[in-house]
């Protein structure tokens, strides 16, 4: 919001209006209240105004309550990350303003509710405090003590009335909200709306308006990355899955329980997560690709299973929602720290594909490509996202559905012939045929995951073990030799390249930026394929004079990331240093500025 | 609409066989794939003859049958029958089963599994498929020891049993895999033994024509490791082959359980029996209940209309 482009004519009673061109707004309060339902709303209203939009939630593993909060960024141009410092801060509790007053630019509004708030005097100087006792005035907008319940619809109204936003647009918003509900339930909500609304503006010191957005005509829309990955995986023609509870993967599994049985198809809640990577290899072998998924300790259960789909080159698709570990670790914090259990993990020498989609778009568009190369490839896809990716909320441009969406249906016309381990298949890439198909001369395949012969029949050949290794090693290779070189954000050549992968892409894009703009030869690479890994990087890297790996997870043993440690390896490139984290937040982008600079001096 | 796995245009399996005029029945000879592996005079054998008998009898068709396994002795199964076949991880036959059961209704699922590979690390797959009544048969070929790593104790090992983990004889109490079965839900529990091929042949076909999930408790001498240990259930070695009585109620619960629950050698037949809905058949149903809404539209028009409401 520091864009302010002009102060226009005072409206309405208010100070001041200014024109911004974004604004970052933190809500601060407990999990049970309601903001991300606020948070939601003003990233759908964004998504419809055309304007972009990226959010940021924390919330706290306990079962209820607990400080949450919601950050949201909305600009009229383009959004890279959530924001390091917010605008405006709503705080409902002494902890929330005390907790979060950090967060808060230097002049920039706190707004809290003075029912349960007491400012503290000593920073009045620097935050512009706006004290509205949002509790009571609830009450009295919609009767009840009610518990609170409420008062995050009235904040929205305040929020409304702040930064002069559509309000018809956020009506119909709460109305397709309470669609389904009591009528009474609607009317109290747009009760409190209205009265947070009614606010005097002479109240707010300030109130704003967004600059036209620049992307004018094109239809967005708007879902975090767990639901952009559910509908990806429909849309690449999955109808098939099967899982166990476990947070943040959980969301995925809920959405594709309810949603796959309109296409005709199902998703198995199982009894563990074994049995749940078990039942989605079981249908994959009838015939079309499933998948499964799961986050932390559910993958690594899911490990010896990941090793029988690369024995027996089994199409599957894994979704891993990273979240912090080892072991329970930090259930509902980000962390990148899975990478090698997705690239390795398991015994013997078992190559899988690994991608990472770099932000909300990305999950639905690389969900339908993980389909695409599971069944091409025969091999399970290990899909790695993270708890940041997985609740953030974006907009983006509509899909053209009837395009993208894919049949999948698997074909029983009988074949002659088949060998399902076919050693003279072009670049070891074989494919199943599925049951139910007649094979005429009468020689029935086996997937097995013991070393076999080109039937699946077992074998202690070591001559076979090691053709066999071959082809599962080749097929991949081909694959990589199928990837685009990554595009670089920034110069191709110049002093600083970082390299990220997965959901840091849009901080690491705004530390190009900021770093550009103070005048610092700075670029970035993002890595969506993990494994393989696509080749021409060194011709990359031999453009910079540091190349800085950017990654949630720890420095390790011998000083670098999980990435870092792959770069290294198969570049033996002594210029590839990491820069590592892990609090379990997103990077802000003075984070990885501050590290860019501690680096460079060391 | 795409084709519905869970609704198959392919003729579900206990929808009336159309008239294959040109196919004769499979013989032996086309059925049979790899020598077994196993050790000469194993049990197992004769339950791979009998299996063989059901696809010859019932003119099984090999496309139509995925025969499917877990580790141990007992499965090494798939890669003697000319069909689909998977040899899965140890213990986890049923929920690859499970898999191919929901989504292709026009297919055969047998698996076939043993005492360890079932009941021990598989322990809580067992109870799980059998509660949800997912449509197949799981034939447990019990020897009451691990075979193929040569003399452990096993999850049906008697008390007092010598092998190489309990050299003074076993001392936790074994399962009773049938009772186990009736406990947590099974629709069709059945007790047979390898002696006796006639009525392994008669239970696994009454298991396979039970439309739910149909269990056969098999038992199975391992001459290696556990000579003799049936020798009480076979009248060739002097012992008894107690066939429940023809009076038993298949349906009575609690009449099946004190069947099951008799000293060795025990009471061989049908335990219990019972028709309930099968999971299969559920998820068709929800599927209907969903899809009833968007007759007629393409699978992107139906994910179109979630999109709309996400704008």
């Given at each position: 919001m520091s864009d302010t482009v002009s102060d226009a004519p005072t409206a309405g009673g208010a100070k001041k209006v200014s024109r911004i061109s974004e604004a970052v707004i933190r809500i601060a309060g407990n999990s049970q209240d309601g903001i991300q339902a606020i948070g939601g709303f003003l990233a759908r209203l964004a998504g419809r105004s055309e304007q972009e939009v990226m959010t940021f939630m924390t919330i706290p593993s306990t079962i209820s309550g607990g400080p949450s909060i919601f950050q949201v960024r909305i600009g009229s141009g383009e959004v890279l990350t959530s924001g390091d410092d917010a605008d405006v801060l709503l705080a409902f509790y002494q902890h929330s303003y005390e907790g979060h007053i950090n967060s808060l630019k230097k002049r920039g509004v706190v707004l809290y509710d003075s029912d349960h708030v007491t400012p503290k005097p000593e920073w009045e100087n620097d935050y512009r405090h706006v004290g509205i006792p949002i509790s009571s005035l609830t009450v009295e907008a919609i009767g009840g003590t009610a518990k609170d319940k409420g008062k995050n619809i009235y904040s929205l109204g305040l929020i409304a009335r702040m930064f002069d936003l559509n309000v018809t647009k956020l009506e119909k918003l709460i109305g397709e909200r309470f669609t389904g509900k009591d009528a009474s339930i609607l009317n109290n909500a747009l009760a409190a709306f209205h009265a947070g609304y009614a606010n005097s503006p002479s109240n707010l010191l300030e109130t704003f308006q967004f600059a036209e957005s620049q992307k004018k005509g094109v239809p967005q829309v708007v879902m975090n990355g767990n639901e952009a990955i559910a509908f990806g995986l429909i849309a690449g023609g999955v109808r098939f899955g099967a899982g166990y509870p476990i947070t943040p993967w959980t969301d995925i599994m809920e959405i594709l329980r309810r949603e796959l049985p309109k296409y005709g198809g199902s998703f198995i809640q199982c009894e563990d997560e074994i049995a749940s990577i078990s039942m989605a290899l079981g249908a994959s072998f009838a015939g079309r690709v499933a998948v499964t998924g799961s986050s932390g300790p559910g993958i690594s259960l899911k490990t010896e299973a990941i090793g029988w789909a690369v024995m027996a080159e089994m199409p599957l698709i894994v979704i891993n929602v990273q979240r912090g570990g080892p072991s329970t670790g930090m259930p509902t914090n980000i962390e990148q720290s899975d990478l090698n259990i997705a690239t390795f993990g398991g015994h013997g020498d078992a190559p899988r594909v690994v991608l990472a989609p770099a932000n909300v778009e990305d999950c639905f568009y690389m969900a339908i490509e993980a389909v695409n190369v599971a069944r091409k490839y025969s091999v399970p896809v290990m899909f790695l996202t993270d708890q940041g990716i997985a609740t953030r909320i974006e907009a983006f441009a509509a899909p053209d559905l009837e395009k993208v969406c894919q049949d999948i249906t698997p074909d029983l016309t009988p074949v002659p012939a088949h060998k399902?381990?076919?050693?003279?298949a072009s670049d070891g890439v074989t494919q199943h045929v599925k049951?139910?198909?007649?094979i005429l001369d009468g020689k029935y395949p086996i997937a097995t995951g013991l070393e076999h012969d080109e039937y699946g029949h077992p074998t202690g050949s070591p001559k076979l073990h090691m053709q066999m290794n071959a082809k599962r090693r080749k097929k991949l290779q081909a694959f990589g030799a199928t990837l685009p070189v990554p595009k670089i954000y920034g110069p191709p050549e110049g002093n600083v390249l970082l390299v990220g992968w997965g959901s840091t892409e849009g901080p690491l894009c705004e530390a190009v930026d900021r770093s550009r703009a103070a005048g610092d030869s700075v670029s970035s690479l993002h890595l969506r394929h993990i494994n393989p890994l696509p080749n021409g990087l060194e011709n990359i890297f031999s453009g910079f004079n540091h190349v800085f790996v950017v990654e949630m997870n720890d420095e390790g043993l011998y000083g670098y990331g999980q990435l870092g440690a792959v770069l290294r390896a198969r570049y033996c490139e002594a210029k590839i240093q990491g820069i590592n984290k892990t609090d379990g937040l997103t990077w802000k982008v003075k984070e990885i500025l501050e590290n860019i600079k501690t680096k460079l001096r060391q | 609409m795409s084709q519905a796995l869970t609704e198959n245009p392919v003729v579900p399996i206990n929808a009336p066989q159309p008239v294959t005029g040109e196919r004769k029945g499979l013989t032996k000879k086309e059925i049979a794939?790899?020598?077994?592996?196993?050790?000469?005079?194993?049990?197992?054998f004769s339950i791979l003859a009998l299996y063989f008998k059901l696809i010859e009898k019932r003119k099984l068709w090999h496309e139509k049958i995925t025969t499917i396994s877990g580790i141990g002795c007992s499965s090494?199964?798939?890669?003697?029958?000319?069909?689909?076949?998977a040899h899965f991880l140890h213990g986890r036959a049923l929920p690859f089963a499970s898999g191919v059961s929901l989504s292709r209704p026009d297919l055969h699922v047998f698996a076939f599994s043993g005492d360890g590979d079932a009941f021990s690390i598989g322990g809580n797959h067992f109870t799980h498929t059998a509660r949800k009544n997912i449509k197949m048969t799981l034939v447990v070929m019990d020897n009451q020891v691990y075979g193929l790593t040569k003399k452990q104790t096993s999850p049906t090992s008697p008390l007092g049993f010598k092998s190489k983990t309990d050299t003074w004889g076993a001392v936790d109490y074994p399962i009773n895999p049938s009772k186990q079965a009736i406990a947590v839900g099974a629709t069709f529990v059945a007790r047979t033994s390898a002696s006796n091929p006639n009525h392994v042949l008669a239970t696994m076909e009454a298991a396979m024509d039970h439309d739910g999930f149909s269990f056969v408790h098999c038992l199975s001498e391992c001459v290696e490791f556990y000579e003799g240990a049936f020798d009480a259930a076979n009248p060739r070695k002097g012992g008894a082959f107690n066939e429940i009585p023809k009076t038993h109620d298949v349906t009575d619960e609690l009449a099946a359980y004190k069947l099951a629950g008799a000293d060795f050698p025990g009471n061989f037949g049908i335990f219990y029996k019972v028709n309930k809905p099968t999971k299969n058949v559920k998820e068709v149903e929800i599927n209907k209940a969903a899809q009833s809404k968007f007759a007629g539209q393409k699978d992107w028009q139906i994910l179109q209309k979630t999109f709309d409401r996400m704008k």
């Amino acid at each position: 919001m520091s864009d302010t482009v002009s102060d226009a004519p005072t409206a309405g009673g208010a100070k001041k209006v200014s024109r911004i061109s974004e604004a970052v707004i933190r809500i601060a309060g407990n999990s049970q209240d309601g903001i991300q339902a606020i948070g939601g709303f003003l990233a759908r209203l964004a998504g419809r105004s055309e304007q972009e939009v990226m959010t940021f939630m924390t919330i706290p593993s306990t079962i209820s309550g607990g400080p949450s909060i919601f950050q949201v960024r909305i600009g009229s141009g383009e959004v890279l990350t959530s924001g390091d410092d917010a605008d405006v801060l709503l705080a409902f509790y002494q902890h929330s303003y005390e907790g979060h007053i950090n967060s808060l630019k230097k002049r920039g509004v706190v707004l809290y509710d003075s029912d349960h708030v007491t400012p503290k005097p000593e920073w009045e100087n620097d935050y512009r405090h706006v004290g509205i006792p949002i509790s009571s005035l609830t009450v009295e907008a919609i009767g009840g003590t009610a518990k609170d319940k409420g008062k995050n619809i009235y904040s929205l109204g305040l929020i409304a009335r702040m930064f002069d936003l559509n309000v018809t647009k956020l009506e119909k918003l709460i109305g397709e909200r309470f669609t389904g509900k009591d009528a009474s339930i609607l009317n109290n909500a747009l009760a409190a709306f209205h009265a947070g609304y009614a606010n005097s503006p002479s109240n707010l010191l300030e109130t704003f308006q967004f600059a036209e957005s620049q992307k004018k005509g094109v239809p967005q829309v708007v879902m975090n990355g767990n639901e952009a990955i559910a509908f990806g995986l429909i849309a690449g023609g999955v109808r098939f899955g099967a899982g166990y509870p476990i947070t943040p993967w959980t969301d995925i599994m809920e959405i594709l329980r309810r949603e796959l049985p309109k296409y005709g198809g199902s998703f198995i809640q199982c009894e563990d997560e074994i049995a749940s990577i078990s039942m989605a290899l079981g249908a994959s072998f009838a015939g079309r690709v499933a998948v499964t998924g799961s986050s932390g300790p559910g993958i690594s259960l899911k490990t010896e299973a990941i090793g029988w789909a690369v024995m027996a080159e089994m199409p599957l698709i894994v979704i891993n929602v990273q979240r912090g570990g080892p072991s329970t670790g930090m259930p509902t914090n980000i962390e990148q720290s899975d990478l090698n259990i997705a690239t390795f993990g398991g015994h013997g020498d078992a190559p899988r594909v690994v991608l990472a989609p770099a932000n909300v778009e990305d999950c639905f568009y690389m969900a339908i490509e993980a389909v695409n190369v599971a069944r091409k490839y025969s091999v399970p896809v290990m899909f790695l996202t993270d708890q940041g990716i997985a609740t953030r909320i974006e907009a983006f441009a509509a899909p053209d559905l009837e395009k993208v969406c894919q049949d999948i249906t698997p074909d029983l016309t009988p074949v002659p012939a088949h060998k399902p381990y076919d050693l003279s298949a072009s670049d070891g890439v074989t494919q199943h045929v599925k049951p139910g198909t007649r094979i005429l001369d009468g020689k029935y395949p086996i997937a097995t995951g013991l070393e076999h012969d080109e039937y699946g029949h077992p074998t202690g050949s070591p001559k076979l073990h090691m053709q066999m290794n071959a082809k599962r090693r080749k097929k991949l290779q081909a694959f990589g030799a199928t990837l685009p070189v990554p595009k670089i954000y920034g110069p191709p050549e110049g002093n600083v390249l970082l390299v990220g992968w997965g959901s840091t892409e849009g901080p690491l894009c705004e530390a190009v930026d900021r770093s550009r703009a103070a005048g610092d030869s700075v670029s970035s690479l993002h890595l969506r394929h993990i494994n393989p890994l696509p080749n021409g990087l060194e011709n990359i890297f031999s453009g910079f004079n540091h190349v800085f790996v950017v990654e949630m997870n720890d420095e390790g043993l011998y000083g670098y990331g999980q990435l870092g440690a792959v770069l290294r390896a198969r570049y033996c490139e002594a210029k590839i240093q990491g820069i590592n984290k892990t609090d379990g937040l997103t990077w802000k982008v003075k984070e990885i500025l501050e590290n860019i600079k501690t680096k460079l001096r060391q | 609409m795409s084709q519905a796995l869970t609704e198959n245009p392919v003729v579900p399996i206990n929808a009336p066989q159309p008239v294959t005029g040109e196919r004769k029945g499979l013989t032996k000879k086309e059925i049979a794939a790899d020598h077994p592996t196993w050790c000469p005079g194993c049990g197992d054998f004769s339950i791979l003859a009998l299996y063989f008998k059901l696809i010859e009898k019932r003119k099984l068709w090999h496309e139509k049958i995925t025969t499917i396994s877990g580790i141990g002795c007992s499965s090494r199964f798939p890669y003697f029958v000319q069909s689909h076949g998977a040899h899965f991880l140890h213990g986890r036959a049923l929920p690859f089963a499970s898999g191919v059961s929901l989504s292709r209704p026009d297919l055969h699922v047998f698996a076939f599994s043993g005492d360890g590979d079932a009941f021990s690390i598989g322990g809580n797959h067992f109870t799980h498929t059998a509660r949800k009544n997912i449509k197949m048969t799981l034939v447990v070929m019990d020897n009451q020891v691990y075979g193929l790593t040569k003399k452990q104790t096993s999850p049906t090992s008697p008390l007092g049993f010598k092998s190489k983990t309990d050299t003074w004889g076993a001392v936790d109490y074994p399962i009773n895999p049938s009772k186990q079965a009736i406990a947590v839900g099974a629709t069709f529990v059945a007790r047979t033994s390898a002696s006796n091929p006639n009525h392994v042949l008669a239970t696994m076909e009454a298991a396979m024509d039970h439309d739910g999930f149909s269990f056969v408790h098999c038992l199975s001498e391992c001459v290696e490791f556990y000579e003799g240990a049936f020798d009480a259930a076979n009248p060739r070695k002097g012992g008894a082959f107690n066939e429940i009585p023809k009076t038993h109620d298949v349906t009575d619960e609690l009449a099946a359980y004190k069947l099951a629950g008799a000293d060795f050698p025990g009471n061989f037949g049908i335990f219990y029996k019972v028709n309930k809905p099968t999971k299969n058949v559920k998820e068709v149903e929800i599927n209907k209940a969903a899809q009833s809404k968007f007759a007629g539209q393409k699978d992107w028009q139906i994910l179109q209309k979630t999109f709309d409401r996400m704008k």
